[in-house]
């Protein structure tokens, strides 16, 4: 009979016993540290992004349908060589975009609308209330207009994203793992935006169009959530970056 086998009534444990338990507490608490650790840094190659749940705020300003609904917001006070506005992506509820048909009549008019805003970066989407969007009978605080300035034709390489869960809503991360919720959002609608990661700087976002400027949704649904190369034109319409390219055209990268 092994006289250091401890049955755990008995008045005293064996002599060996103590020095193993020990050794196994030591080095759960090792472990624990150390999945802390790779935790934290995860987070912080994630990123700080915000999803302001359960908190609706009046927004107004210029509702644009193209190529995705988006609003242009007045900044206050003295922009200098900044636009006058602020652009948001709008998005509706759940894992949807705005209906652009039923918003086609307030094109280009100044309106107000309920939301919630979720933010990462110098990016900003607000979650609207579908119905609360309203025409404000006043004067525009800025033209309506907004130009577009061509950019050249550019080889891009990243991941193509569905901007609201990227933006704040479930920090993904990267890659793989947010693939299946990334399809259905932007197969509900949600714009997808090639995420390009720069080494010295900060991340890139440009909305996927048509090489005619229509949504290409559907037509990414195979890619999304994969390193893919895209040429294409890419202009900027106010704080916007647009890429111009069939998706047929996009490749995979290994």
């Not at 048509?210 to 895209?230: R, Y």
Request: with cysteine.
């Amino acid at each position: 009979m092994n006289d250091e086998f401890y049955i755990g009534w008995e008045a005293r444990a064996a002599p060996g016993f103590g020095k193993v338990a020990r050794r196994i507490v030591i080095g759960l608490l090792l472990l624990a540290l150390l999945v802390s650790i790779v935790l934290a840094i995860s987070q912080q190659l994630i990123g700080v992004s915000v999803f302001e749940w359960g908190t609706l705020k009046k927004i107004s300003g210029i509702l644009k349908i193209q190529p995705y609904p988006h609003l242009l917001v007045p900044r206050p006070g003295t922009t200098g060589a900044q636009p006058g506005f602020s652009t948001y992506y709008l998005v509706a509820p759940f894992k949807f975009g705005l209906d652009r048909e039923k918003l086609s009549a307030l094109d280009g008019k100044y309106v107000s609308l309920q939301g919630t805003l979720i933010y990462r970066g110098n990016q900003t989407m607000v979650e609207a209330l579908p119905d609360s969007i309203k025409v404000v009978n006043e004067p525009s605080p800025f033209p309506t207009g907004t130009k577009t300035i061509a950019l050249g034709r550019q080889t891009l390489i990243g991941e193509i994203v569905d901007s609201k869960c990227f933006l704040g809503v479930m920090n993904p991360g990267q890659l793989i793992p947010h693939r299946a919720c990334a399809i259905r959002c932007i197969s509900g609608g949600v714009p997808p935006v090639l995420l390009v990661r720069q080494k010295n700087g900060p991340a890139i976002y440009l909305l996927l169009v048509s090489a005619d400027g229509k949504p290409v949704n559907q037509q990414v649904l195979d890619m999304v959530a994969e390193p893919v190369q895209i040429t294409g034109e890419v202009e900027r319409q106010g704080e916007l970056l647009i890429l111009r390219a069939d998706p047929s055209t996009y490749r995979r990268v290994k």
